[in-house]
């Protein structure tokens, strides 16, 4: 039995003391005191009590003691104590919901009984009271005793006369001198009902309040001093219907005195609309509205002087709003009385409706203190989301989590289960929303997570963000950036079933709960700011007003057949926590032991407000030692495009270093040559970049050879740095070369790190072939297993150390999908034996991940990354891990601050050379363009491959797409600096004779390659079809005179040196007589264009189409091809400064695993993990 059955005197003393204090005040007298001259008229109002006749809540199967009308009971008392003539009305929503449906064929509803019991005036029906029925509705209102009269003036039987429930009611009270006060109370119901229970009503006539209170209103002036309108309306319209808020009734009835509103549970103390005070109760039995009416006598009629002043009325609550304090307990007899329903309906909550199976809905937390679903997609909020989206029909559902111990664990479900999960009586909205809205309301959402800042190795939450004002989406997947301020943090939003990005014109279908819809979506405020558009609102409480929580037990009962099992579709994650992952498996290990402790907010309600960071590990002794490096610079001092710059990558790395002086730069080799600034000077603008940067070493890469080997040494002295090369050798000596070390040790913070130097065997061949002629590229793996025993043995001079890294310029590619490392790089992970780390180089891509559990970093080229081994080590030295990982600065680049001393470098150079790159080398008439994405041969395409063609006299020219490095060359003069843009490198052409059938395999794979692209030829047409696998797409190819190719016919062929070496995986297996001409293509273009020139003409380019897409003609290659049909064509990505790909000059694997190469997966973070957070009251 409850404890206030156990000590009644004592609690009856307490309650009359309570009220004694705060209930006993003047203004609280009805009518006049002896002498005066005026009366008080006290009028006490509920709303929404949605059933909770009791202090229990039945859907979470708890008592709840924060509304209940036996607790309201225990208020009336006290104020009728005082004042024993107030009037008492309800103005609706009081049998539905709590359970309140398992009472509806009993002899008396216990919330009718409590009506009864608590001497209502009258029941203006509510829009709920119909959701059963209004035969129903008929049988409850009989239940009501004499005293009490049901109100619905605007709801007609079928006939249209006779109405459901009385219009109105004169309540009479003792006035002045033993006269007779008569106050009208007329109610009236939202017409929104025939949009919810239209199925109910379709017998019924509803017409508009305010028309209905038009009419009534002059009979009431004569049978009444006062008029009182207690409707089931809220303050503003709904659904744009006119006549169906509050304000819209004061404005069309200025004679009513008060209104007593209703519908929105919104806890109103008073508003005033055209000089009448309107006022609404919090839902759930929470408050009980006081209004107090001074009348004055006049002409023999009382009246209000000035309702501005002698009308006011506040809220008395159950439970403090500040303190959380019960002020009222439960009526002791009241609740007595209810005891037999609440029996009943406590064994109702505690059925079971269903099984889970296959584990909990939300898993265990990984961290403690930070819950699951507030990280990561769950299946909690999808069950919440589908049950939305199932009674809807909506697109999108949204949901919060409520509770931070919200689960449903495996095993038997109970009804009161659900309620864990959805604690709040919400109801169900659909809103049409359009895409703009949409990531509007979900960047306000996001606000929920504090920014990510470097070192963090936890998420943590925003302090002044509430969990149940997180929502989670479903019918869309999308990405939250944490590393993104508040506003820019959706990403990757497209819908969950095409997969198309979702549009901010597209309209679609929402379902939210009633409080998110009324506190957020459907008025200004924080998500849409004054002036937006607001979603519209297509139905409130759909399924009559079932709450979520009672649809989630439906849900699983009807829908899924008693059976659920976590279903989880990760629709979303939390993206830019690029956190180390060894130093965030310590943090986890030191949260969980309790050695770290989550911050709280100062108000105690918000956990987790702060995340862990490594400063916080430091402080326990842990450090960490990043080896920071790039590669393949090829000499991209300029900003251009996406190509960052020198100045900008030196404060990037400055950046690095500031944020942890133990940081090692290091370089992967091809740094030089590449572009016009470095090739005309030679690498010294390079040089002094790095001096001024202070890298520590670099690999050697094949590109450091294009110019000998006199210039690899003296780069070297000038740049303050060590090439690196533990696998070159002297064939003469035998010998490592001496312009190279084969390894470097550098110390930090007390730690040795040994660095190896690795350069790829493919050098021997991609670079010009005399200039190595001298030099043996011994296997990778075998020498760097022999210097990194050495380095651990201590078989060196400088003894011991504690890391080896390998700095190679060994190519390495990563798979998109799968994150798959293969290459050179990886082989090496494969076989070695006391490497730590790896820093690859070579292949121009985005790498970062692991082979054999050995870390692999390849930081992009021309400097739009920066690669990163972070060396993470215990208070002992010892290695607890080394994380890759990589920093792609050209996703950033307009935001980068430059170094002040390397962008004097480069503007030196730059200025020193202006005259050259300036000179004007000869004009075209019109612009040519290029972009290697878009199908067939480009104008550039066309005349490099023109030029190349008469310069080697062939009658093929083929060159890579790549390889052409600018979108545009613009109608008019051209100049060197132009010319070195569009080809920094100083490819040549090479010459051979090629038969048809090799000629056709090395076209095959120039025809929409999405790898590499298209590639670019002339003296040959090409008939295709994209629709055919690579590889197997040509379906023709004939001579310029129409003569078709012979598949065992040779024909000369010229190429660059690049290609021709199997440079994006041209196979020119079979040439003969090939012949590198060391003609610079480059030069053979600048010579063209002079020539040109001195003779007064520009350069004019005539479109011709070798790549042509359909069947060949049936006569010769002249004639139109019959086209087949095609898929749409792929994006234009071109418009680099400085674009595309360089010339993938690295040892790549097959074509089927090329095809798959591209971005890194960004490392996704799954956190959890959850502290008991404080109970936070229902929120609607």
């Known amino acids: 039995m409850f404890k206030f059955f156990k000590s009644k005197k004592l609690i009856s003393s307490l309650v009359a003391l309570f009220i004694g204090f705060n209930l006993a005040t003047p203004t609280l007298k009805a009518f006049a005191e002896t002498g005066s001259d005026f009366i008080n008229v006290e009028l006490l109002a509920t709303s929404d009590l949605h059933g909770k006749f009791f202090t229990w809540d039945y859907a979470t199967n708890k008592e709840d003691k924060t509304g209940s009308m036996a607790q309201l009971q225990t208020i009336l008392k006290g104020l009728r104590t005082n ?130 209170a038009k009419k009534l209103i002059p009979e009431l002036k004569e049978k009444a001093d006062i008029i009182i309108a207690v409707v089931h309306m809220s303050e503003s319209n709904e659904y744009d219907e006119q006549g169906s808020g509050a304000i819209d009734l004061a404005n069309a009835c200025p004679d009513l005195t008060a209104i007593v509103a209703a519908h929105e549970h919104k806890a109103m103390n008073q508003a005033f609309h055209n000089n009448i005070l309107t006022t609404e109760n919090k839902n759930g039995a929470a408050t009980l509205a006081q209004m107090n009416i001074k009348l004055v006598k006049k002409d023999n009629k009382y009246v209000v002087e000035d309702k501005t002043k002698d009308v006011t009325s506040k809220l008395v609550w159950v439970q403090d709003q500040t303190t959380k304090a019960i002020n009222y307990e439960a009526d002791t007899d009241l609740s007595s009385k209810f005891m037999p329903y609440h029996e009943r309906a406590k064994a109702d909550a505690e059925k079971v409706i269903g099984i889970l199976k296959g584990g909990d809905l939300v898993p265990s937390n990984e961290i403690t203190g930070i819950p699951s679903a507030q990280v990561k997609d769950t299946a909690m909020i999808d069950l919440i989301n589908n049950v ?150 297509i139905e409130s409480d759909v399924q009559g007003g079932v709450g979520v929580r009672d649809l989630i037990g439906q849900y699983i009962k009807d829908v899924k057949g008693g059976t659920i099992t976590p279903e989880v579709d990760n629709n979303w994650k939390i993206i830019g926590n690029n956190w180390d992952s060894v130093q965030r498996a310590t943090a986890v290990k030191l949260i969980n032991d309790g050695t770290l402790k989550l911050p709280t907010s100062e108000d105690g309600r918000t956990p987790n407000v702060k995340s862990i960071n490594f400063s916080d590990l430091k402080g326990l002794g842990y450090k960490n030692i990043d080896v920071v490096s790039f590669n393949d610079f090829h000499g991209s001092l300029k900003e251009e495009g996406k190509n960052i710059g020198a100045a900008k990558l030196a404060q990037a790395i400055n950046d690095v270093r500031k944020s942890n002086p133990n940081t090692i730069v290091v370089a992967g080799g091809d740094i030089y040559q590449g572009s016009a600034m470095s090739n005309l000077k030679y690498g010294k603008p390079v040089s002094d970049m790095l001096k001024a940067i202070g890298i520590e070493a670099s690999s050697v890469g094949n590109h450091e050879f294009d110019w000998g080997l006199d210039y690899i040494n003296k780069w070297a002295q000038d740049g303050d740095f060590d090439f690196l090369a533990s696998n070159i050798y002297d064939k003469t000596t035998g010998k490592p070369v001496t312009w190279a070390k084969p390894y470097k040790i550098i110390e930090k913070d007390g730690v ?140 950033r680049v307009a935001t980068l601050a430059v170094d002040v001393t390397v962008k004097g470098i480069v503007d030196k150079y730059n200025e020193e050379l202006k005259p050259i790159l300036d000179e004007v080398v000869g004009s075209t008439d019109k612009d040519l363009t290029h972009d290697k994405n878009a199908p067939g041969v480009s104008l550039i395409g066309q005349w490099t491959s023109d030029v190349m063609k008469a310069k080697a006299d062939t009658q093929i020219a083929i060159t890579n797409g790549g390889g052409l490095r600018i979108p545009l060359i613009e109608k008019g003069n051209i100049t060197m600096g132009k010319m070195y843009e569009l080809m920094p490198f100083d490819n040549t052409l090479v010459k051979m004779e090629l038969k048809g059938s090799d000629l056709k395999r090395v076209l095959e794979n120039a025809i929409g390659n999405e790898s ?169």
């Open 83 to 212: 004042n024993p003539n107030s009037i008492l009305v309800d103005a609706g929503d009081t049998i539905q919901g709590n359970s309140s449906q398992l009472f509806l064929n009993d002899p008396i509803h216990p919330m009718i009984l409590g009506m009864n019991e608590m001497g209502y005036d009258t029941w203006s029906y509510g829009n709920h009271e119909f959701n059963y029925g209004v035969p129903t509705l008929k049988k409850i209102t009989s239940e009501l005793n004499s005293k009490t009269t049901a109100l619905c003036a605007n709801v007609y039987e079928k006939d249209g006369v006779t109405r459901l429930a009385e219009p109105y009611k004169i309540v009479e009270r003792p006035g002045l001198n033993g006269e007779t006060v008569k106050v009208a109370i007329l109610g009236m119901v939202t017409p929104n009902i025939v949009r919810w229970d239209a199925a109910n009503l379709k017998d019924y006539v509803v017409t508009n309040p305010v028309d209905e």
């Open 388 to 537: 939305q989206m199932n009674y809807t029909g909506a697109k999108v559902a949204s949901s919060a989590m409520f509770n931070a111990n919200a689960n449903i664990k495996e095993g038997n479900i109970q009804k009161s289960g659900s309620a864990l999960i959805y604690p709040y009586d919400n109801t169900l909205y659909k809103l049409q929303m359009n895409g703009k809205q949409l990531k509007a309301y979900m960047e306000w959402s996001a606000k929920y997570y504090n920014q990510f800042k470097q070192g963090d190795l936890t998420i943590s939450f925003n302090p002044n963000v509430r969990a149940y004002n997180y929502d989670m989406f479903s019918g869309v997947k999308y990405d939250v950036d944490i590393s993104q301020p508040e506003g820019s943090r959706i990403k990757n939003l497209t819908w969950a079933d095409t997969g198309k990005a979702v549009k901010d014109d597209e309209t679609f279908i929402i379902a939210v709960n009633n409080y998110r819809a009324n506190s957020h979506l459907l008025k200004t405020g924080e998500v849409y700011k004054q002036g937006e558009d607001l979603p519209k609102l």
């Open 752 to 891: 040795k790190v040994g660095i190896i130097g690795l350069t790829t065997p493919e050098t021997a061949y991609k670079t010009k072939p005399e200039n190595v002629k001298n030099l043996e590229f011994r296997d990778p793996v075998k020498a760097g297993n022999e210097w990194a025993a050495k380095l651990k043995n201590g078989e060196v001079p400088e003894g011991k150390v504690d890391v080896v890294i390998a700095l190679t310029h060994l190519g390495a590619a990563q798979d998109s999908k799968t994150g798959v490392i293969t290459g050179e790089a990886a082989d090496l992970a494969k076989g070695a034996v006391g490497i730590d780390g790896i820093i690859a180089a070579h292949t121009h891509l985005q790498v970062s991940g692991t082979v054999n559990n050995i870390p692999i970093v390849e930081g992009y080229y021309n400097g739009r990354s920066l690669a990163r081994l972070t060396i993470n080590l215990d208070s002992n030295n010892k290695i607890l891990g080394v994380t890759p990982s990589r920093d792609d600065l050209y996703t």
């Open 1012 to 1180: 590499i692209g298209w590639g670019q030829f002339t003296g040959v047409k090409v008939y295709y079809d994209i629709n055919k696998p690579l590889g197997s797409r040509i379906l023709g190819m004939y001579l310029m005179d129409g003569t078709k190719i012979d598949m065992d016919k040779y024909y000369t062929v010229v190429t660059n040196d690049f290609m021709a070496t199997g440079g994006d995986a041209y196979d020119f297996t079979g040439a003969k007589n090939v012949l590198d001409t060391g003609i610079p293509i480059r030069e053979a273009l600048v010579e063209s264009l002079k020539e040109l020139k001195a003779k007064g003409k520009e350069l004019s380019v005539t479109k011709v189409e070798y790549a042509i897409a359909g069947q060949p003609p049936t006569s010769g290659g002249n004639e139109e091809p019959q086209t087949p049909e095609q898929p749409q064509t792929p994006g234009n990505n071109g418009g680099e400064t400085s674009g595309g790909n360089l010339p993938k000059t690295g040892s790549l694997i097959d074509l089927d695993t090329l095809g798959g190469l591209g971005a890194v997966i960004a490392v996704l973070g799954t956190v959890v993990l959850v502290r008991e957070k404080r109970r936070r009251k229902t929120i609607a």
